[in-house]
């Protein structure tokens, strides 16, 4: 089945550093989704990327789309403490004749105060 | 304006016994989907179900596993004879659309099911 890999698997930062996670995949992509979960919480949705270079933000968050369409990235400005969590891509992948969305294993970001 | 309810949020099972885990779609989202995630490990997909129709059970254990998603009422994820290694949250998922249509997932809280 479709795969993404997300690196880096966990990520220290200092507060006010900057944080950056990517997920790359070996097909071209039709979207991308991101979703942040804090510790002991449940997976929100960010954000969805459709477009070849799409690039978003969100206040601190930048999220791009490749050109090629088979790898992506979130990038934060500036951590702080509540950025702390472990942040996953998403792609929609098309198995036994459905549409779902299979997740990366995620990088989980520490916040240093 | 509620999201998506599971419950119980905590669910603590001996060896051989049933776990039921509901979850209960937002509103107006018609597709629900459920995953398991291990700790400190990714969200591995399980089922997707429609009202009254499994549309994908690709990830789903072929034994002891089932879920159904009735006219009426809540999905219900049911594992029989659990075992230890079925320690994990469970969480369910639900969407207006099936993805690439604008809309990401809305999660529940999810259920931790401890088995002991």
């Known amino acids: 089945g479709q795969q993404v890999m997300q690196i880096p698997q966990y990520q220290h930062v200092q507060e006010g550093e900057d944080f950056t996670t990517y997920c790359n995949s070996s097909?071209?992509?039709?979207?991308i989704q991101w979703y942040k979960q804090r510790p002991g919480g449940h997976p929100v949705f960010l954000i969805q990327?459709?477009?070849?270079?799409e690039v978003k933000k969100q206040k601190r968050l930048t999220f791009q789309f490749g050109e090629a369409k088979k790898n992506s990235s979130l990038h934060i400005t500036a951590t702080q403490t509540t950025d702390v969590g472990t942040y996953f891509c998403a792609v929609a992948y098309s198995g036994a004749g459905s549409y779902q969305l299979t997740f990366g294993k995620g990088t989980k970001l520490s916040v240093i105060p | 304006n509620a999201g998506v309810m599971q419950n119980p949020r905590h669910l603590v099972r001996r060896r051989g016994q049933e776990a039921r885990l509901r979850c209960s779609p937002m509103k107006g989202h018609s597709h629900v989907y459920w995953y398991r995630q291990l700790p400190e490990e990714g969200l591995k997909f399980m089922v997707y179900l429609q009202k009254e129709n499994i549309i994908d059970e690709s990830g789903m254990p072929k034994e002891r596993f089932s879920a159904e998603f009735p006219k009426e009422g809540p999905s219900i994820l049911r594992i029989q004879q659990v075992v230890r290694g079925d320690s994990a949250a469970y969480f369910c998922a639900s969407s207006p659309t099936t993805p690439g249509g604008g809309y990401g997932y809305t999660f529940g809280s999810g259920t931790r099911l401890t088995v002991v």
């Open positions: 097909t071209t992509l039709s979207n």
């Open positions: 990327l459709v477009k070849s270079g």
